[in-house]
Nanobody
């Protein structure tokens, strides 16, 4: 059974950092495009970044450019999202998702989703 599990969320002060993890089971992440998305209350799901099967990354959101970095640890079958210089507006539930083709910002094109992890940025 193909499964994605996010972890690493929590409460952090503005300016702080968090590293989110997306661990896969039942399939090998290397063969999929893995995207990170977030959804704040009352807002649409927003595409942040994606890493494809060749290891190339794409950033979708200008709001996180230069602050968030996606990476992959093949040996651990895990994709990470390193988030630095966090702001209160980064508060959201963060999701990872997988699709068998190339990266896309369109959430509807991802077939597999994790349950999400809450990130709260507040003093």
């Amino acid at each position: 059974q193909l499964q994605l599990v996010e972890s690493g969320g929590g409460l952090v002060q503005p300016g702080g950092s968090l590293r989110l993890s997306c661990a896969a089971s039942g399939f090998t992440l290397n063969y999929y495009a893995i995207g990170w998305f977030r959804q704040a209350p009352g807002k649409e799901r927003e595409g942040l970044s994606c890493i494809d099967s060749s290891g190339g990354s794409t950033n979708f959101a200008e709001s996180v450019k230069g602050r968030f970095t996606i990476s992959r640890a093949s040996a651990k079958n895990t994709v990470y999202l390193q988030m630095n210089s966090l702001k209160p507006e980064d508060t959201a539930v963060y999701y990872c998702a997988a699709r068998e083709s190339s990266c896309t910002v369109a959430a509807a094109r991802y077939a597999y989703w994790g349950q999400g992890t809450q990130v709260t940025v507040s003093s």
